[in-house]
Protein backbone atom coordinates (compact mmCIF):
# COMPACT_ATOMS: atom_id res chain seq x y z
CA UNK A 1 0.00 0.00 0.00
CA UNK A 2 2.87 2.50 0.96
CA UNK A 3 6.65 2.56 1.33
CA UNK A 4 8.66 3.29 4.07
CA UNK A 5 11.09 6.76 3.08
CA UNK A 6 13.68 8.78 4.03
CA UNK A 7 12.66 12.31 5.45
CA UNK A 8 14.04 15.37 4.49
CA UNK A 9 13.11 18.16 6.86
CA UNK A 10 10.54 20.95 5.87
CA UNK A 11 8.91 23.33 8.33
CA UNK A 12 5.63 24.26 7.46
CA UNK A 13 5.09 24.43 3.31
CA UNK A 14 8.71 25.56 2.46
CA UNK A 15 10.02 22.43 0.30
CA UNK A 16 13.66 21.52 0.74
CA UNK A 17 13.97 20.76 -3.56
CA UNK A 18 16.98 20.32 -5.90
CA UNK A 19 17.97 23.94 -6.91
CA UNK A 20 16.44 23.49 -10.44
CA UNK A 21 13.24 22.70 -8.90
CA UNK A 22 13.40 25.32 -6.51
CA UNK A 23 13.41 28.55 -9.28
CA UNK A 24 10.62 26.49 -10.87
CA UNK A 25 8.27 26.43 -7.97
CA UNK A 26 9.52 29.18 -5.85
CA UNK A 27 6.93 32.10 -7.28
CA UNK A 28 3.77 29.39 -7.01
CA UNK A 29 4.29 28.73 -3.40
CA UNK A 30 2.45 31.25 -1.96
CA UNK A 31 -0.72 30.49 -3.46
CA UNK A 32 -0.45 26.95 -3.28
CA UNK A 33 -2.39 24.59 -0.36
CA UNK A 34 -1.29 22.29 1.58
CA UNK A 35 -3.36 19.58 -0.48
CA UNK A 36 -1.87 21.02 -3.89
CA UNK A 37 1.79 21.26 -2.69
CA UNK A 38 1.20 17.45 -1.61
CA UNK A 39 0.27 16.51 -5.33
CA UNK A 40 2.85 19.45 -6.60
CA UNK A 41 5.80 17.44 -5.35
CA UNK A 42 4.40 13.55 -5.79
CA UNK A 43 4.36 14.65 -9.55
CA UNK A 44 7.90 16.18 -9.58
CA UNK A 45 9.46 13.60 -7.68
CA UNK A 46 7.52 10.21 -8.17
CA UNK A 47 8.75 9.59 -12.16
CA UNK A 48 12.21 10.40 -10.92
CA UNK A 49 13.11 8.39 -8.66
CA UNK A 50 10.40 5.45 -9.23
CA UNK A 51 11.93 5.23 -13.08
CA UNK A 52 15.56 4.66 -10.95
CA UNK A 53 14.36 2.68 -8.47
CA UNK A 54 12.86 0.22 -11.41
CA UNK A 55 15.55 -0.20 -13.59
CA UNK A 56 17.78 -1.00 -10.76
CA UNK A 57 15.02 -3.60 -9.86
CA UNK A 58 15.42 -1.53 -5.89
CA UNK A 59 12.75 0.06 -3.23
CA UNK A 60 12.11 4.10 -3.31
CA UNK A 61 14.71 5.62 -0.39
CA UNK A 62 15.09 9.07 -1.52
CA UNK A 63 12.34 11.33 -1.07
CA UNK A 64 10.49 14.33 0.90
CA UNK A 65 8.90 15.25 4.23
CA UNK A 66 6.27 17.79 4.96
CA UNK A 67 4.71 18.57 8.35
CA UNK A 68 1.96 21.07 8.47
CA UNK A 69 -0.86 21.86 11.37
CA UNK A 70 -3.98 19.74 9.63
CA UNK A 71 -7.75 21.03 10.66
CA UNK A 72 -9.86 17.64 9.73
CA UNK A 73 -13.10 17.76 8.80
CA UNK A 74 -14.07 14.32 8.84
CA UNK A 75 -13.09 10.97 9.92
CA UNK A 76 -13.98 8.10 7.53
CA UNK A 77 -12.76 4.96 9.25
CA UNK A 78 -10.30 3.82 12.27
CA UNK A 79 -7.02 5.18 9.89
CA UNK A 80 -8.58 7.36 7.48
CA UNK A 81 -9.13 11.17 7.79
CA UNK A 82 -10.28 14.49 5.75
CA UNK A 83 -9.04 17.95 5.60
CA UNK A 84 -11.09 19.46 2.99
CA UNK A 85 -9.63 17.93 -0.78
CA UNK A 86 -6.83 16.00 1.44
CA UNK A 87 -7.20 12.14 2.24
CA UNK A 88 -5.02 11.00 4.91
CA UNK A 89 -4.37 7.65 5.82
CA UNK A 90 -2.80 6.77 9.12
CA UNK A 91 0.58 5.89 8.56
CA UNK A 92 1.98 2.31 10.60
CA UNK A 93 -1.45 1.32 11.49
CA UNK A 94 -4.58 -0.67 9.77
CA UNK A 95 -7.65 -0.66 11.77
CA UNK A 96 -10.76 -2.81 11.09
CA UNK A 97 -13.02 -1.49 8.57
CA UNK A 98 -15.91 0.10 9.16
CA UNK A 99 -17.85 -2.63 8.10
CA UNK A 100 -15.71 -5.53 10.15
CA UNK A 101 -16.65 -6.95 13.05
CA UNK A 102 -15.19 -9.25 15.71
CA UNK A 103 -15.79 -11.69 18.27
CA UNK A 104 -15.89 -10.69 22.16
CA UNK A 105 -14.55 -13.46 24.99
CA UNK A 106 -18.09 -14.50 25.16
CA UNK A 107 -18.38 -15.22 21.57
CA UNK A 108 -21.25 -12.10 20.76
CA UNK A 109 -20.07 -9.86 17.94
CA UNK A 110 -19.45 -6.31 18.64
CA UNK A 111 -19.09 -3.66 15.51
CA UNK A 112 -14.81 -2.80 16.31
CA UNK A 113 -14.94 -0.95 12.78
CA UNK A 114 -17.27 1.23 14.25
CA UNK A 115 -15.74 1.43 17.11
CA UNK A 116 -11.99 2.29 15.99
CA UNK A 117 -14.08 5.17 13.74
CA UNK A 118 -15.43 6.60 17.00
CA UNK A 119 -12.75 6.37 19.08
CA UNK A 120 -10.27 8.25 16.16
CA UNK A 121 -13.33 10.80 16.30
CA UNK A 122 -12.80 11.10 19.86
CA UNK A 123 -9.03 11.57 19.29
CA UNK A 124 -9.94 14.51 16.77
CA UNK A 125 -11.96 16.53 19.00
CA UNK A 126 -9.76 16.88 21.45
CA UNK A 127 -7.42 19.25 19.53
CA UNK A 128 -8.30 21.91 17.60
CA UNK A 129 -5.84 20.92 14.80
CA UNK A 130 -3.49 18.09 14.25
CA UNK A 131 0.37 18.37 13.41
CA UNK A 132 0.69 15.48 10.41
CA UNK A 133 4.18 14.63 9.19
CA UNK A 134 3.73 13.44 5.49
CA UNK A 135 5.92 10.01 4.99
CA UNK A 136 4.31 8.77 1.65
CA UNK A 137 1.80 8.21 -0.68
CA UNK A 138 -0.44 5.12 -1.62
CA UNK A 139 -1.70 4.12 -4.39
CA UNK A 140 -5.28 5.40 -3.71
CA UNK A 141 -3.67 8.94 -3.91
CA UNK A 142 -4.17 9.68 -0.02
CA UNK A 143 -1.53 11.31 1.77
CA UNK A 144 -0.06 8.65 4.41
CA UNK A 145 1.27 10.48 7.81
CA UNK A 146 1.63 10.52 10.96
CA UNK A 147 -0.39 12.28 13.11
CA UNK A 148 -0.43 13.78 16.43
CA UNK A 149 -3.29 15.87 18.28
CA UNK A 150 -1.04 17.58 21.20
CA UNK A 151 1.30 15.25 21.88
CA UNK A 152 -0.56 12.18 21.77
CA UNK A 153 0.40 9.75 18.48
CA UNK A 154 -3.43 8.89 16.96
CA UNK A 155 -1.69 5.81 15.55
CA UNK A 156 -0.15 4.70 18.85
CA UNK A 157 -3.18 5.41 20.49
CA UNK A 158 -5.12 3.46 18.75
CA UNK A 159 -2.85 0.51 19.05
CA UNK A 160 -2.16 0.93 22.23
CA UNK A 161 -6.54 0.63 22.88
CA UNK A 162 -6.43 -2.47 20.84
CA UNK A 163 -8.41 -0.69 18.30
CA UNK A 164 -5.89 -0.83 15.12
CA UNK A 165 -3.04 -3.17 14.47
CA UNK A 166 0.12 -2.57 13.99
CA UNK A 167 1.30 -2.43 9.89
CA UNK A 168 4.29 -4.65 10.72
CA UNK A 169 3.97 -4.84 6.92
CA UNK A 170 5.48 -1.07 6.43
CA UNK A 171 6.12 -0.14 9.84
CA UNK A 172 7.67 -1.69 12.79
CA UNK A 173 6.97 1.87 14.88
CA UNK A 174 3.79 0.44 16.66
CA UNK A 175 5.10 -3.09 17.05
CA UNK A 176 5.56 -2.38 21.35
CA UNK A 177 1.97 -0.62 21.22
CA UNK A 178 0.43 -3.43 19.61
CA UNK A 179 2.42 -6.05 22.20
CA UNK A 180 1.15 -3.99 25.17
CA UNK A 181 -2.40 -4.54 23.90
CA UNK A 182 -2.51 -7.78 23.26
CA UNK A 183 -0.64 -8.60 26.60
CA UNK A 184 -3.18 -6.30 28.66
CA UNK A 185 -6.01 -8.12 25.99
CA UNK A 186 -7.44 -5.04 25.25
CA UNK A 187 -10.07 -3.70 22.17
CA UNK A 188 -10.24 -6.53 19.71
CA UNK A 189 -7.43 -8.72 21.66
CA UNK A 190 -10.26 -9.54 24.21
CA UNK A 191 -11.43 -11.90 21.80
CA UNK A 192 -11.34 -13.13 18.20
CA UNK A 193 -10.78 -10.68 15.18
CA UNK A 194 -9.75 -11.17 11.78
CA UNK A 195 -6.72 -8.54 10.68
CA UNK A 196 -8.06 -5.82 8.99
CA UNK A 197 -6.23 -7.03 5.55
CA UNK A 198 -7.38 -10.10 5.73
CA UNK A 199 -10.74 -9.23 5.72
CA UNK A 200 -10.76 -6.75 3.29
CA UNK A 201 -9.06 -9.59 0.61
CA UNK A 202 -12.17 -11.95 2.22
CA UNK A 203 -14.71 -9.15 0.95
Known amino acids: MYKSIDRISLIDIHLTLPETHTKRYQSLQPAMTFYQIICLVTLAFGNVYATGAIAQNQPLTENFSISRNVIITRVS ?46 LVANAPYLQ ?16 FAGK ?4 AALVRAGLALAYRQYSSIYSDDEDSAKTAKLG ?13 RSQ
Open 77 to 122: DGDSLRSGKLRIRLFGIDAPEKKQQCTSANGTKWACGETAQKALEA
Open 132 to 147: CDLIDTDRYGRAVMRC
Open 152 to 155: TDLG
Open 188 to 200: MWAGVFTEPWAWR
